[in-house]
């Protein structure tokens, strides 16, 4: 068999592929989402192929070089760059996981979600390089009063988000590489903003321009979306961070299990720090058993964990319980309940997530 100059993998993974939501069947392809397969993912590092994509209104074929970078507003000397000037700055590469804030909200719907690339696949985990926003912003001479910062895209939908500066100058990259080459199209080519272990509306794609102002810009993606229902009938806006959570991914959904040795894997996260450990229960929640963290366990980052168990034949309820670096842990749907109202898309859902195995040893979604 020749080799393909650029290679592809097996025919015997054609299988392992992104799929679109089997929930909410989307009629048009201008707004729509597509998840990565959770349960085929060996190691921490998502494939640049399978990274789950999100836009809100298509996805642009964008010419690297007449693309460009605007710093303004509340600056010294505003600047424009090119591609070729970005990659000219000495570059930084960081592991972390990407996650949609609307990750699990096809959880809470009738019909749910059936696998868990359905349910937990607008995660990836990539190796991302690019250009500290600090650098050049530091360029650009940050007014003392500039306390805000306007992110904007080149899509259709031109998305944009307002961005505290404290944020952007502590860790945001200019990203225009995945795990050692350009970005693919999807997921912001040729160059996007990476806001580690915050949501992933705020990594906007396609970034054309930065303005520094003094107060945030209240968009429509910061009223009329990415808000969340709090108990007392008021919205909560800006809730910026992704907080721990963890997902069995083997077993999981759609699949059968026989009775005897099994090995429960998973992937746990936390947008406030690393993993430090991760429960497992397998009797719904009665007792809980430490799992083994596969290393490395790294900040913001996918981090897997295993547990070696002997299934008897009995239906069994399964699920895991992170604890992250800050002492943070999982919460459960009534947890949630207490802090938040549980309505429509509910966004930020990182409640302990059940499978339930029937006598048959067929693994199915416990929450729908
Ligand atoms: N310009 C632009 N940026 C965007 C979006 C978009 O539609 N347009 N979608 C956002 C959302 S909702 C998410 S979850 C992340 C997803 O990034 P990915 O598609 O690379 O996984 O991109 C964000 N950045
Ligand atoms: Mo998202």
Known sequence: MPTDEYGAPSRFEAHVKRRRSDVLVNRQNFSDWSMSPLQSQL???????????RHHNGI??????????????????????TMSDLMKYPSVTKFHFMECSGNGLT???????????????????AQWTGVPVSVLLEEAGVSPDAAWALAEGGDGAAHARSIPMKKLLEDALLVYASNGEMLRPENGYPLRLFIPGWEGNVSVKWLRRIKLGDKPWHLRSETARYTDPMPDGKWRQFSFEMEAKSVITSPSGNMKVRPGDLVIQGFAWSGNGHIKT?????????TWREARLEGPVMDKCLTRFRLPWKWEGAPATIASRAVDSTGYVQPTVDDIKKVRAITGFVQHHNAIFPWSIDASGEVKNAIG
């Open 43 to 53: 190691g921490t590092i998502t494939p640049n192929g399978l990274i789950f994509e």
């Open 107 to 125: 959880d809470w719907l009738k019909p749910a979600s059936k696998t868990v690339q359905q349910t937990h696949g607008l995660l990836s985990c």
């Open 278 to 286: 991760v429960d497992v229960t397998t009797d719904g929640g009665r």
């Open 60 to 81: 642009p074929d964008i010419n690297p070089d007449e693309h460009r970078l605007a710093i303004h507003g509340m600056v010294k000397q505003p600047l424009l760059f």
